[in-house]
Nanobody
Framework: QVQLVESGGGLVQAGGSLRLSCAAS????????MGWFRQAPGKEREFVAA????????YNAVSVKGRFAISRDNAKNLMYLQMNSLEPEDTAVYYC?????????????????WGQGTQVTVSS
């Protein structure tokens, strides 16, 4: 089992920045792919970004490309999502997830472990 805990969410004005963190514990492995997903009210959960074991390359949804950056620190079992130029449309609960494979996926069904989520609210 892998346990995931997100932190860093909050309320921010449009144009602002937030940095989300995801702490992994349990049977972790630096070879696993890690990702961020989000779910806005009334919408389905959607892919945001993913990072493979080596840290490169990374993968981002079109909607966040150029604004969000995913990174990981395997030595500390941490993953991050730096979010810049935030927009009201980015308001959602953000989830971190782990996939027990070395290759990237955008599909939430292919991720094995999930955190509880952290709320991000962007005001206009």
């Amino acid at each position: 089992q892998v346990q995931l805990v997100e932190s860093g969410g909050g309320l921010v004005q449009a144009g602002g920045s937030l940095r989300l963190s995801c702490a992994a514990s349990g049977r972790t492995s630096s070879s696993y792919t890690m990702g961020w997903f989000r779910q806005a009210p009334g919408k389905e959960r959607e892919f945001v970004a993913a990072i493979i074991w080596s840290g490169e390359p990374t993968y981002n949804a079109v909607s966040v490309k150029g604004r969000f950056a995913i990174s990981r620190d395997n030595a500390k079992n941490l993953m991050y999502l730096q979010m810049n130029s935030l927009e009201p449309e980015d308001t959602a609960v953000y989830y971190c997830a782990v996939r027990r494979e070395i290759w990237f996926s955008r599909s939430e069904g292919e991720y094995d472990y999930w955190g509880q989520g952290t709320q991000v609210t962007v005001s206009s």
